[in-house]
């Protein structure tokens, strides 16, 4: 069974930080493009960053970019979510998902989500 499980999430002040982990079972992550969405409480869902199986090439959307680093450990096929200097806009239910592509629009499974909360 194919499954994504993430772990992580909690409450954190400000300008803290915390890492999500997507940890694959019945399926090896490498060979996947492995994405990170998060969906805020009354909006749509959005992509936060993904890395490619191919290269490793990663991609950020710019409200991120420069805080939040997307990395991969093969050995424990496992994908992780660093996410510094977290502001209260942050705040969302983030899931990880695995596509042939690095494609927000086209990702194949999907993990349940992991809450994300960020206030004083």
């Known amino acids: 069974q194919l499954q994504l499980v993430e772990s992580g999430g909690g409450l954190v002040q400000p300008g803290g930080s915390l890492r999500l982990s997507c940890a694959a079972s019945g399926f090896t992550l490498d060979r996947y493009g492995i994405g990170w969405f998060r969906q805020a409480p009354g909006k749509e869902r959005e992509g936060v960053s993904c890395?490619?199986?191919?290269?490793?090439?990663?991609d950020y959307r710019d409200s991120v970019k420069g805080r939040f680093t997307i990395s991969r450990d093969n050995a424990k096929n496992t994908v992780y979510l660093q996410m510094n200097s977290l502001k209260p806009e942050d705040t969302a239910v983030y899931y990880c998902?695995?596509?042939?592509?690095?494609?927000?629009?086209?990702?194949?499974?999907w993990g349940k989500g992991t809450l994300v909360t960020v206030s004083s």
């Open positions: 890395i490619s199986s191919s290269d490793g090439s990663t």
């Open positions: 998902a695995a596509g042939y592509h690095c494609d927000y629009y086209d990702m194949d499974y």
